[in-house]
């Protein structure tokens, strides 16, 4: 089946994998248009809004009964498609608000928070995607809604949930006029805990000159 005619008038917009497909196809060429730096000033809010569109997606995904794909073994889609340019264009329209920290896993008890990277959570969902977009553009429908769903619950739901709680907290940070803390020398193969008092100095400079003023929110004092 051909991209064309898997976007036919003739399809139900209604139908759960054209709806399903039409965003998770949106998010990837957003994602790949903010990347590209022609608006940094709107680039956080417009990745809050386009990872919380796709959070609706797998939330569908997830809530849907098991998928199971037509053939036992999935069909070979040859060598992924090369993020690493994507995964760079964002790291430096991000920086240095880039890194964050995050929870791995909320059930496991006593877990320390690791660094994590935007850029590279977004880069590693844009390959997922694509992957189930490869077997959908080739007509092979349910194994698309297969492999979302599989890897929704395996690696990219998680990655774009934390990614969201990032995106969020960013932008609360600044409406909400409340510094935040120096992110300069957190890496992601840091130890965070031992990193959190160096954290807290300088607190808010970043916020005020390096998103405030760019996101044209009020400066934070």
Not at 19 to 34: G, K, N, P
Not at 140 to 163: D, K
């Amino acid at each position: 089946m051909s991209d064309a005619s898997l976007h036919a008038t003739s399809q139900d917009p209604n139908d759960f994998a054209v709806q399903i497909s039409d965003q998770i196809e949106s998010f990837i060429v957003a994602v790949t248009e903010i990347a590209k730096g022609d608006e940094p000033d709107s680039a956080v809010p417009f990745l809050l809004l386009e990872v919380s569109q796709l959070m609706l997606a797998g939330g569908r995904l997830g809530a849907h009964e098991d998928i199971v794909p037509d053939e036992r073994y999935e069909p070979d889609l040859g060598p992924e498609a090369d993020v690493d340019e994507l995964r760079e264009r964002l790291a430096r329209m991000l920086d240095p608000i880039d890194v964050y920290s995050e929870v791995f896993d909320p059930y496991e008890p006593r877990k320390a928070p690791v660094a994590a990277r935007i850029s590279d959570d977004l880069a590693d969902v844009v390959t997922d995607l694509r992957h189930g977009m490869a077997h959908y553009r080739a007509g092979r429908v349910t194994e698309a809604l297969w492999w979302w769903q599989f890897s929704y619950f395996s690696n990219w739901g998680s990655t774009a949930s934390a990614t969201l709680r990032a995106l969020q907290s960013l932008v609360a940070h600044v409406r909400l006029n409340q510094p935040l803390a120096e992110l300069d020398g957190l890496d992601t193969d840091e130890d965070l805990s031992s990193a959190e008092d160096a954290l807290e100095e300088e607190a808010g400079r970043v916020m005020a000159e390096e998103i405030a003023a760019p996101l044209g929110l009020r400066t934070v004092k």
